[in-house]
């Protein structure tokens, strides 16, 4: 299963990248929006872990590349924000099938990427 972690926090990246390839995932980082999109250019990707606000770049733009780049890839979307805390974020972005907080334990985001890589 690869699994692409969009997230400007590399300390925080590199935490949920360590959980994930405890389970045998296959595991890349990008910090904004322009690695994102040049490594999705690129590499299947099964699921996206993609902070809603990324220091460098737009979340849904990374969202809708990966849409048009690679549709069978999920996302699910991480916050540390009651931005889109309504559920519309899956308005805004039909591949995204999880809205969680960052703070989110490190082993519970791994089986929600499990879970929907799975789906």
């Known amino acids: 299963m690869n699994v692409l972690i969009v997230e400007s926090c590399q300390d925080l990246a590199a935490i949920w990248r360590r959980h994930l390839e405890r389970q045998g995932m296959s595991v890349a980082l990008a910090t904004g929006q322009t690695d994102a999109v040049r490594y999705l250019s690129e590499h299947e990707t099964d699921i996206i872990v993609l902070n809603l606000v990324l220091e460098y770049g ?48 490190p082993e519970d985001l791994a089986a929600m990427v499990e879970h929907y890589a799975a789906s």
């Open 58 to 105: 737009s979340a849904l733009a990374v969202s809708d590349f990966a849409n048009y780049r690679r549709p069978e890839a999920r996302v699910i979307f991480v916050t540390n924000t009651t931005f889109f805390s309504d559920g519309s974020i899956f308005n805004h972005s039909s591949n995204a099938c999880a809205f969680l907080p960052a703070t989110t334990a």
